[in-house]
Nanobody, 125 residues
Framework: QVQVVESGGGLVQAGGSLRLSCTAS????????MGWFRQAPGKQREFVGA????????NYSDSVKGRFTISKDNTKNTVYLQMNSLRPEDTAVYYC??????????????????WGLGTQVTVSS
């Protein structure tokens, strides 16, 4: 079983920055990828970005590419999502997820096995 906990959300003005953290606790030694998704009110959950276990492969959605950066600290089982140049349309609940099954960096929510409860990010105009 893997427990996933996000932190770092909040309220920020447009153009500002936030850093989200996600810690995964596990008893498995299987390699895994960790991904970020977001869901705005009335919209489907969408892929933001993900990183593989070694940190050698990172995928981003086109909507955040160049503004958001994912990094990973394997000693802490923690992934970070640095969000810069935030826009009101980035407002959403941000979820962290863990994939223990696929050898690639998945971009589909259904490919992820464990999810956190989410953290709210609100960007004011």
């Amino acid at each position: 079983q893997v427990q996933v906990v996000e932190s770092g959300g909040g309220l920020v003005q447009a153009g500002g920055s936030l850093r989200l953290s996600c810690t995964a606790s596990h008893r498995t030694y299987r390699p895994y990828a960790m991904g970020w998704f977001r869901q705005a009110p009335g919209k489907q959950r969408e892929f933001v970005g993900a990183i593989n276990s070694r940190g050698s492969t990172i995928n981003y959605s086109d909507s955040v590419k160049g503004r958001f950066t994912i990094s990973k600290d394997n000693t802490k089982n923690t992934v970070y999502l640095q969000m810069n140049s935030l826009r009101p349309e980035d407002t959403a609940v941000y979820y962290c997820a863990v994939d223990i099954d696929h050898p690639w960096v998945a971009v589909v929510a259904n490919d992820y096995d464990y999810w956190g409860l989410g953290t709210q990010v609100t960007v004011s105009s």
